[in-house]
């Protein structure tokens, strides 16, 4: 069976007006620059789209927008989780998911449940979802990372369940879980910093925040790894990271959203509890932005 999330993937924004209302015009434009730059797949409701900050209204107007957008050019991932299994359990019925190709549902936050119950809460969500789920790990989000064995384990019980979204840089967790996974099942890389290193162990990609802003170099570095022309993926890793690095260091969308406004592709403008970056990295970003994509 082929593998519907394999190559490069983007965390899209969403992008707001100076109301803070969605600005639609911006993501439409955003979403076409992807496609045209050779991204394989989008994720709509990730962490980057500030998704805690949306309504059920935001949320499917998101979702059908992102959908209608891409017109089946690319397939469509959506973000539903939560540290409630029956509200994550409960959105899945809300929202109407027909036409996307895939969730991505993060590891339970603030709860801290053991290893079992981070598994049964999978397994309830992959039995009622309608559609495969991507498991998505990110203890630096969530204070609790999934172990190996909790990962395989539901990789190799629950056939609705097709891959993980790794962004704990546990390397020795990842390279457990590449070594004992199911042929079926995909181990995608939520870091833009190890893009080549887990691609090259047999990942399948990545799921970027900073294809947002460069898309076409994430997607280049992505399929040269993916091709095993690990030269060419690894001169634009290195050439990235200053940026990679400058995206990250006031937080996760700020940084992406403030490179993307220094060369006009949104306006900077989160919702709180975050804020925009700070002057002096809001100025880094744009030099930064400015040689790489010049």
Same mark, same amino acid.
């Given at each position: 069976m082929?593998?519907?999330?394999?190559?490069a993937? @983007?965390?899209?924004?969403?992008?707001f007006?100076?109301?803070l209302q969605i600005?639609y015009?911006?993501? /439409?434009?955003l979403?076409?620059?992807? &496609?045209?730059?050779q991204?394989?797949?989008?994720?709509?409701?990730?962490?980057t789209?500030?998704?805690?900050t949306? *309504?059920?209204?935001e949320?499917? *107007?998101?979702v059908?927008? @992102?959908?209608s957008? +891409?017109a089946?050019? @690319?397939?469509?991932?959506v /973000?539903v989780g /939560?540290?409630?299994t029956?509200?994550?359990?409960d959105q899945?019925?809300?929202?109407?998911?027909?036409?996307?190709?895939?969730?991505? *549902?993060?590891?339970p936050?603030?709860?801290k449940p053991?290893?079992?119950g981070i598994?049964q809460?999978f397994r309830a969500i992959?039995?009622s979802s309608?559609?495969? @789920?991507?498991l998505y790990?990110?203890p630096?989000?969530?204070?609790?990372?999934m172990?190996?064995?909790t990962t395989?384990?539901l990789?190799?019980?629950?056939?609705n369940i097709?891959?993980?979204?790794?962004?704990?840089?546990?390397? /020795?967790?990842?390279?457990?879980?590449?070594?004992g996974?199911p042929d079926?099942?995909? %181990?995608i890389?939520?870091?833009d910093?190890? &893009?080549?290193?887990? +691609?090259?162990l047999?990942?399948?990609?990545?799921i970027s925040?900073?294809a947002? $802003?460069?898309p076409?170099?994430v997607?280049?570095?992505?399929h040269?790894?993916?091709?095993?022309?690990y030269?060419n993926?690894?001169?634009?890793q $290195?050439?990235?990271?200053s940026?990679?690095?400058?995206?990250?260091?006031?937080?996760?969308p700020?940084?992406?959203?403030?490179a993307?406004?220094s060369?006009g592709?949104?306006?900077?403008? %989160?919702?709180?509890?975050l %804020?925009p970056v700070s002057?002096?990295?809001y100025?880094s970003?744009?030099e930064?932005?400015k040689?790489?994509?010049?």
């Amino acid at each position: 069976m082929s593998k519907v999330f394999h190559g490069a993937g @983007v965390a899209l924004i969403t992008p707001f007006l100076s109301d803070l209302q969605i600005d639609y015009s911006s993501l /439409g434009r955003l979403v076409d620059a992807q &496609i045209e730059n050779q991204m394989d797949y989008l994720v709509v409701l990730g962490t980057t789209a500030e998704t805690a900050t949306l *309504s059920h209204v935001e949320k499917q *107007s998101l979702v059908d927008f @992102v959908i209608s957008r +891409t017109a089946g050019k @690319v397939p469509v991932m959506v /973000g539903v989780g /939560g540290n409630s299994t029956s509200d994550v359990i409960d959105q899945l019925k809300a929202l109407n998911l027909q036409k996307a190709d895939g969730i991505l *549902s993060v590891v339970p936050f603030y709860n801290k449940p053991s290893q079992e119950g981070i598994y049964q809460h999978f397994r309830a969500i992959a039995a009622s979802s309608p559609i495969p @789920v991507v498991l998505y790990n990110v203890p630096g989000r969530t204070s609790t990372s999934m172990s190996a064995e909790t990962t395989l384990r539901l990789a190799h019980d629950a056939a609705n369940i097709v891959g993980v979204k790794e962004a704990s840089g546990n390397f /020795g967790e990842i390279i457990k879980i590449l070594k004992g996974k199911p042929d079926t099942f995909s %181990v995608i890389s939520g870091d833009d910093a190890l &893009i080549v290193p887990i +691609t090259s162990l047999g990942g399948e990609g990545v799921i970027s925040v900073a294809a947002n $802003l460069a898309p076409r170099l994430v997607s280049a570095m992505t399929h040269y790894a993916l091709n095993g022309d690990y030269p060419n993926a690894a001169a634009i890793q $290195l050439d990235m990271q200053s940026l990679v690095d400058d995206l990250f260091a006031e937080g996760n969308p700020p940084g992406v959203k403030a490179a993307m406004h220094s060369v006009g592709m949104c306006e900077n403008i %989160v919702r709180l509890p975050l %804020v925009p970056v700070s002057e002096k990295l809001y100025k880094s970003l744009a030099e930064k932005t400015k040689l790489l994509l010049h």
